[in-house]
């Protein structure tokens, strides 16, 4: 079991910006494919966005692309979520991932790719 510690979540106005952090500990980041994930009330996960292994390759979904960046920052084992622009519809709770597999070497967008989950951290936007 590899702990992912989340924080950063919070309430926040339409426009405004929140930077959720994930701390991995025990094992050097660099091993791992970092994701994040979302999940509003209702509905199901969804995937956010996801750095590789390399810390270089990144993917989003398109309903955060070009508002949202992820970045790692190795010497801290932390991955972070830039979330700009927010929108109502980005209110959710927000999940860390970490992966080992080879399929997550380039990111990857599914769900049972990512074996390490953090314990979410609730990103609300309001008017």
């Known amino acids: 079991q590899l702990p992912l510690v989340e924080s950063g979540g919070g309430v926040v106005q339409i426009g405004g910006s929140l930077r959720l952090s994930c701390y991995v500990s025990?094992?050097?980041?660099?091993?791992?494919?970092m994701a994040w994930f979302r999940q509003a009330p209702g509905k199901e996960r969804e995937f956010v966005g996801t750095?590789?292994?390399?810390?270089?390759?990144?993917v989003y979904a398109d309903s955060v692309r070009g508002r949202f960046t992820i970045s790692r920052v190795s010497a801290k084992n932390t991955v972070y979520l830039q979330m700009n622009s927010l929108k109502p519809e980005d209110t959710a709770v927000y999940y860390c991932?970490?992966?080992?597999?080879?399929?997550?070497?380039?990111?990857?967008?599914?769900?049972?790719?990512?074996?390490?989950w953090g314990q979410g951290t609730q990103v609300t936007v309001s008017a």
């Open positions: 991932a970490a992966s080992d597999s080879w399929r997550t070497t380039f990111g990857s967008r599914v769900q049972s790719d990512y074996a390490q």
């Open positions: 025990e094992r050097t980041i660099t091993a791992y494919a």
């Open positions: 750095i590789g292994s390399n810390g270089i390759i990144t």
